[in-house]
């Protein structure tokens, strides 16, 4: 890559794209153009290295994966890829020597919500981990028109606006209308026979979308690999809309050109929940088909091998079930298009298929109603039925007269498709994302699989990148970190356990305080800015950023929260260490308890911070339209996350790991990787309270735990509990909340855990208030922050799962 020499070379270079692009003279540029022009130096500079990249994967045939993800959350990528390229100093200085300054012109690009939670984001570290690796390895989404919706909070509650993300277009991406292709949907399926006594598929009165990809870069770091996330965008085929109208149903035909724009025009707002539409299903299988087909009619020009060495060459992975379809389209290519027999393309199939299960709870496994399935994807019921068949005759003959068995495997049962159970069987490897969350897999969730295919699960605990979640996002703290142990961690972040060496100096101890005050104090700024709200720095931040959910229990730490004020408020010579809670997060739609949830918060939080008598002591605030790059600003500023799921609930969190990486200090469950979090640093550097997920499961199997014993024999359970439904909170009532924790028996046992998450924040202002010691602990916490970088974690896919190596370009 020919890369600006100096800022010199960066303004003569600047000024001429931003004449070609704009037409105008450089003061007249607005802050978008600027951002937008320097994105676009960007691509021109790694343009060259992209075509390179693919070029020499397949000169070598060098064996590649695609990772199929129903969303990928990438956040800003001006800033990650002037880091990626090392010209972020360069373009500093140039464009303050132009008048601007690059803190002001990286909020200009709209964070792109192709995603809705942990499971987005990870995809986004992973593909930032295979570049950075040299690994060949790509991903494959959908390109949402409208992104994830934006948050505003009236009168205590969300509203969603919806995230039209690229209006002003999106300088990453280049479309790619010559490698569109069509997917079919509907039409009649049956299988026919042939002369030769064969029998053949027919598949007609299908109709056809275009499915066409839109390619961004993914950049390495501080390498020449650039691989490619290709988005694909649905189209209406013109021949098929000529034909409806020739045919003379003109509303037909508009309803078909509708229809397909429809399936790439919304990300699902969903999150772990179950979401059984028609639309959703086509979205997936758009997603699948389009990128198998472009990866086979890839693998046949580029790599001229037969399609029985498929496997060897190609790795396909699918990120949780809403990929799952990869393995039935797999087999419809190889069979109807290959003309493969069943047991050869099974054989591929398998083995070129690989599945990460992301969640246990059952409301979040898929599955479909067989008669919308077969009505919309008539050629692939087909194969699964036969997958299920040949599949339930194998099961029946290894554990004759076990129904239960059968039952428990079937693809197809009871009337619906079961996607979790077609990804294990049609994959070689199935992981787990945490390492207790891979024992649940085991033990209940796919027991039954796993007595019969004991070597196809294993664990890999997720990670996240520290490019963006510490070298971007704490660029002081960075510094900080070079200064002490040197700056190898960048390409390594393994060397940040160096850490340890210092991590009793005084000095360098006074030194991460200061840069966490810092840290602090930009984050007050913003929230100066955006809420006309002061908070302190020397109180403690103590945050809860993730999505909104029950199983989360935002409900703990509000319902806590309210216990302090209530204590205060009946001591008023009381004096508690100053706290400043934040929370942030998203609730889906139609999840009413969630929505609560929220306005709790927001009803809480504006009588604390509007009671002059506890408000020195005490803020809370929710900060609205939690996304990556709120995170960025928030994560470097924490001294406590809050990881405090009901254990076994939570398959790993990734959050936790960001906190850790900036020094934060877990006040947590046993639950997800906060238990490997915990294991690493030791548990005197981290905060565990509550059941642990035995405990959980015993209750649910055997019973013994009553929510309204903890009302009656607890009064301060009680007299919360009663607040929520007396008006007591500002007139507010919360009568869903109140529903799901007593007469519902509080599913996720946060009145069980009450006293002891109320110790557990005891504990917190203890170790806070000797600050050596509560350093100390942050810097474990960073030391062994290495174990949870993605790089890791894709190490540990590359070589057990996916079989790739790294290719130098
Ligand atoms: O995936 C994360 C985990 C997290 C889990 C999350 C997730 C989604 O965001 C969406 C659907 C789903 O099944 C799981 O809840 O615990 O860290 C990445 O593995």
């Not at 929940?273 to 639309?279: A, K, V």
């Not at 005891?762 to 208030?769: D, G, L, N, Q």
């Amino acid at each position: 890559m020919k890369k600006w020499q100096d800022k010199e070379e960066f303004k003569k270079i600047f000024t001429e794209k931003a004449h070609v692009l704009w037409e105008k003279e450089l003061r007249d540029l607005t802050l978008n153009e600027v951002y937008q022009t320097i994105a676009y130096m960007i691509r021109d500079l790694v343009s060259e290295d992209w075509i390179r990249t693919n070029e020499v994967y397949a000169e070598q045939k060098a064996k590649q994966v695609y990772y199929f993800s129903i969303e990928f959350l990438l956040g800003r990528l001006l800033q990650s890829n002037l880091i990626g390229i090392g010209l972020e100093d360069i373009c500093r200085q140039g464009l303050e020597d132009l008048g601007w300054k690059l803190e002001d012109v990286v909020p200009q690009e709209r964070d792109p919500g192709l995603g809705n939670g942990g499971l987005g984001r990870l995809a986004a570290c992973f593909i930032d981990s295979l570049a950075a690796l040299q690994l060949p390895g790509h991903g494959c989404s959908i390109r949402y028109q409208y992104g994830l919706f934006n948050q505003r909070i009236v009168d205590g509650q969300q509203v969603e606006l919806p995230d039209n993300w690229l209006v002003n277009g999106y300088p990453w991406e280049v479309k790619r209308v010559d490698k569109a292709v069509n997917v079919r949907f509907g039409g009649n399926a049956y299988m026919r026979p042939t002369e030769d006594g064969e029998l053949e598929c027919v598949h007609e009165n299908y109709s056809s979308v275009r499915a066409v990809p839109y390619d961004v870069p993914v950049i390495g770091y501080h390498n020449d690999t650039v691989n490619t996330l290709r988005l694909w965008r649905a189209e209406y085929s013109r021949e098929d809309l000529y034909r409806e109208l020739t045919l003379g149903d003109r509303h037909r035909a508009f309803r078909y050109k509708n229809n397909v724009q429809l399936i790439s025009r919304f990300l699902y707002p969903e999150d772990s929940t179950e979401d059984g539409r028609r639309l959703r299903l086509m979205q997936e299988y758009f997603m699948v088909s389009a990128g198998l087909q472009s990866i086979v009619r890839h693998y046949k020009r580029k790599y001229k091998e037969s399609m029985y060495k498929f496997d060897q060459y190609i790795a396909i992975h699918i990120n949780d079930t809403h990929p799952a379809l990869v393995v039935p389209e797999l087999m419809r290519i190889l069979l109807d298009e290959e003309g493969m027999a069943w047991e050869d393309a099974w054989d591929i199939t398998c083995r070129t298929v690989a599945y990460t299960n992301h969640t246990i709870l059952p409301e979040a496994m898929e599955k479909w109603s067989i008669p919308m399935f077969q009505s919309l994807l008539p050629r692939i019921y087909l194969i699964v039925e036969e997958i299920n068949n040949r599949w339930l005759k194998e099961v029946r003959r290894l554990y004759p007269g076990d129904e239960n068995k059968a039952r428990s495997v079937a693809i197809l049962w009871d009337g619906q498709v079961h996607m979790a159970h077609l990804s294990v069987l049609g994959s070689h490897s199935v992981n787990g994302v945490a390492e207790i969350h891979s024992q649940i897999l085991k033990d209940s969730t796919l027991h039954q699989f796993y007595t019969i295919f004991p070597n196809r699960f294993s664990n890999k605990t997720n990670g996240v990148t520290h490019r963006r979640w510490l070298i971007e996002a704490n660029p002081q703290l960075s510094d900080l970190i070079d200064e002490a142990i040197g700056d190898e961690w960048r390409l390594e972040p393994s060397k940040l356990i160096r850490l340890k060496t210092v991590s009793s100096d005084s000095a360098f101890l006074d030194k991460l305080a200061k840069v966490k005050k810092a840290r602090k104090e930009i984050l007050a700024d913003y929230i100066k800015k955006e809420y006309d709200t002061n908070i302190a720095v020397d109180s403690i931040f103590d945050i809860q950023i993730k999505r909104i959910h029950l199983y989360k229990r935002q409900l703990l730490n509000i319902l806590g929260i309210l216990h302090l004020y209530y204590t205060l408020k009946a001591n008023p010579d009381l004096r508690v260490r100053p706290h400043t809670f934040l929370f942030g997060g998203k609730a889906a739609s139609g999840y009413g308890e969630a929505k609560q949830t929220i306005k709790l918060i927001n009803v809480v939080a504006n009588m604390i911070n509007r009671d002059k008598q506890v408000n020195k002591q005490l803020k809370v605030l929710f900060l609205e339209n939690y996304n990556v790059s709120l995170g960025q600003l928030l994560f470097p500023a924490a001294d406590v996350s809050e990881q405090i799921s009901t254990a076994g609930k939570e398959a790993s969190g990734t959050g936790n790991m960001k906190f850790m990486m900036n020094g934060a200090i877990t006040l947590g469950t046993m639950d997800g990787a906060n238990v490997e979090i915990c294991r690493e640093v030791g548990m005197e550097h981290c905060v565990i309270f509550g059941l642990r997920a035995e405990e959980v499961m015993n209750y649910y199997m055997h019973g013994g735990y009553s929510s309204w014993n903890m009302y009656s024999s607890d009064p301060r359970i009680r007299q919360l509990m009663n607040s929520l439904v007396d008006g007591s909170i500002n007139g507010e009532h919360f009568g869903m909340l109140y529903e799901s924790l007593l007469d519902r028996n509080d599913e996720f046992f946060v009145l069980k855990d009450f006293a002891a998450y109320c110790e557990a924040h005891t504990e917190i202002s203890r170790r806070y208030a000797n600050q050596k010691q509560w350093f100390h602990s942050s810097a474990i916490n960073i030391a062994h922050s290495g174990y949870f970088s993605s790089d890791r974690t894709i190490q540990q896919y590359a070589s057990d799962i996916w079989r790739i190596k790294p290719v130098k370009v």
